[in-house]
Nanobody, 130 residues
Framework: QVKLLESGGGSVQAGGSLRLSCEAS????????MAWFRQAPGKEREVVAS????????YYADSVKGRFTISQGSAKNTVHLQMDSLEPDDTAVYYC???????????????????????WGQGTQVTVSS
């Protein structure tokens, strides 16, 4: 079973920036899409952003558009989330996710659906203070 390993979480003041990274635990076929979700205390898990690695098409939740940027890393099955202008409402555990099916299914119309993604990381905490 391939694992996704997240890094880069932490605490920051409102208006600050953080960069999250995610990589697969071992060499494997190309995953697509790769995405970030988040879950705040007492709330449901929600999508943040997704990237289809073959086309580099990206999708964002309305709440983070213009502030967050998802990108592919130089290594296969690596993805980053650059988070700028952070707000207290961004406080959550952030999870990396990927559709690990080979060959990739590439269902761009459901990029936001958690059940589309078959592999998940353990999560990394992001805390934004006011």
């Amino acid at each position: 079973q391939v694992k996704l390993l997240e890094s880069g979480g932490g605490s920051v003041q409102a208006g600050g920036s953080l960069r999250l990274s995610c990589e697969a635990s071992r060499d494997t076929s190309n995953f697509s899409p790769m995405a970030w979700f988040r879950q705040a205390p007492g709330k449901e898990r929600e999508v943040v952003a997704s990237i289809f690695t073959e086309t580099n098409n990206t999708y964002y939740a309305d709440s983070v558009k213009g502030r967050f940027t998802i990108s592919q890393g130089s290594a296969k099955n690596t993805v980053h989330l650059q988070m700028d202008s952070l707000e207290p409402d961004d406080t959550a555990v952030y999870y990396c996710a990927a559709d690990c099916v080979d060959p990739p299914r590439l269902f761009e119309s459901i990029w936001f659906a958690a059940n589309y993604y078959s592999c998940w990381g353990q999560g990394t905490q992001v805390t934004v203070s006011s």
